[in-house]
C-alpha cells in the first residue's frame, strides 16, 4: 500500500512538473539551498521566497508526500501563507531523513500551492547525505573514451575522458596517464573527483607526421594515492599516407648559365616510389644537360626522374641549362664569317669549252672561253690570266674580233701555257677571253682541260683565282 501511495505521489508531481509550464505563473518562486550536505542525523536548510504578482492578497499552502524524509517550513505556521498583494514572503524548509539510509545523492519534491487560483509550484530538493563517521571505500570510477579509432599523422588526435566516481570516496589527487609505444601519445594529468562527481577530460596529440602505419594499442591508467585503480585499453589505428612527392627548387645563374637543384621530399609514412617531373620548354631542353629522360604529354615538354624514398627523407637532382653555346656559335659563325671575307677572292674565273668541229665522239677543234670578273669595288692590278692547252692540241694564234691578245704562248711539259696580262681590272668590270686550240688528232673519249689560274693583286697582296675544270666528250 505505501509502495502504491508513493507512486500515485510522483505521478502527481510529475504532472505538476510537465503541465505547469501551460499555467499562467500569477506567482514567482525562489528556491536556494543553504546547507544541502547532511548527515542523517543533521537538517538540510533550503530558502523558499514566494513573490505575489497579483493586485489583491493570496493564500499559497505548501505540503509535500516525500515518505522517509520530513520536509517542513520552519516556522510550521508557514504552512499557511497569507502574502498582501504584491508582497513577497521568504520562509525556511527543513529537510530531514525519519530513518537510517545508505549515503548517498537524494532527490526530494514538494509543493506550493496557490489556494486562491490553484496553481501549484513543484519544489526539488537535491540533498547529498554523507554517513555519521567516515566508512572506508575502495576507489570505483567509471570511464567512457571518445576518440578517432582511425588517424591520419599530420592530424592533431582530441581525446576526451569522461570519468565518474561511482562512491562517497573523495579522489583528491587521481592522477591519468596514457601509454603508448608512440612517445608523443605519454601524456599524464592529475584531476581531483568529488564525491559522486564526474568530470571531462581532454587531450590533444600531435602525432609523428612520419609515424608508422599500422596498429597501436593506449593505455589509459588511472592511479590513486600510489596504486593503478583502473586500466583500459584502446585500439589506434595510424593510416597509410603516400602524398605526392614535396618539390623545392633552387636555382643559379652565371653568365648565360643556369645551374637548378630540384630537392625531393617524400612526406608520406611509408616508402614510396614515384615518377617526378619537370616541366620545361623546347628550347630549353635543347641545352639542357644532366641525368634525366625526356617525355610529352599534351604538347608539354618534362625531364622525368624515378625516385624511390624512405619516409621524411631527401634527395637532389641537378641539371644545367648551359646557353653560352649559342654565344660560341655564334662568334664560330662571325670568325668563320671574317675569314670567309677576308680569305676569298674578290676574282671570279669560269672556263668553258665547246667544239666547233667534230662530234661528241671524235674531238678535233675547240673554242674557249674564260670569263673575268672583279666582284669588289676596288680595282685589281697587274692581272695575269694563265691557261694550260694539254700537249694533245695545238693554240691556233688566230684571235676572234675584240678578243685580247695573248701576252705570250709558251710550250711547256704539261703542254701550251698561254699568258694574257691586263694593268687593271676595275670594280665590277667583267672581261670575256676566248681562244681555240685544235686537236693534233682526233681525241676519242674525253677531253679534260685543266683550270686557268688568274694571279693579281688586290690592295698589297698578291692573290691568286682558280677556274673549274671543263670535261668535253663521251666517256666509254
Known sequence: MGELKATFYSLLLFSLVVFSPFISAASDIILSAEVNQVT????????VTVKNNEDKAQRYTFYSFQTGWTVEPSPLTDKIMNIPA????????IVQPLEELPPGIYTLSAVIENVDSSERYPLVFKVYLAPEKPLHYLPSIRVEIDMDEKIKPTDTVPIRLRVENRNPLDLKAMKVRIQSEMPEFAKEAVVGLEPLGEKE????????KFQQPKKYTLFFVFEHEGRDIKVLEKELEVLTLTPGFEITKQEESLYLKKFTELKITNKGNVLNKQEVTYPVTWWESLF?????????????????????????????VQFVT???????????????????????????VIKRAVTTKGDESSLSEIKIRLEIQNNSKKPLKNVSIIDVVPT??????????????????????QGTRVKWSLAELDGQEHRIITYKVRA???????????????????????RKAYSNMTRLGVEE
Not at 288 to 295: A, I, N, S
Open 288 to 316: 639542357t644537360t644532366g641525368v634525366m629522360r625526356e617525355k610529352e604529354e599534351s604538347g608539354q615538354r618534362y625531364f622525368v626522374w624515378e625516385v624511390e624514398l624512405q619516409p621524411d627523407t631527401s634527395t637532389t
Open 201 to 208: 577530460l581532454e587531450f590533444t596529440i600531435t602525432p609523428n
Open 40 to 47: 542523517p542525523s543533521e537538517q538540510a536548510v533550503y530558502a
Open 322 to 348: 648551359n646557353y653560352r653555346v649559342l654565344v660560341y656559335l655564334g662568334i664560330l659563325l662571325f670568325l668563320f664569317l671574317c675569314f670567309y671575307l677576308y680569305a676569298r677572292s674578290p676574282m671570279v
Open 86 to 93: 504584491r508582497g513577497t514572503h521568504t520562509t525556511k524548509i
Open 440 to 462: 693534233k688528232l682526233n681525241i676519242l673519249g674525253v677531253f679534260r682541260l685543266p683550270r686557268a689560274t688568274v694571279a693579281y693583286t688586290h690592295g698589297r697582296r698578291s
Open 392 to 413: 694533245i692540241a695545238n693554240v691556233e694564234e688566230s684571235l676572234e674580233l675584240g678578243t685580247l691578245k695573248p701576252s705570250e704562248i709558251k710550250h711547256v711539259k
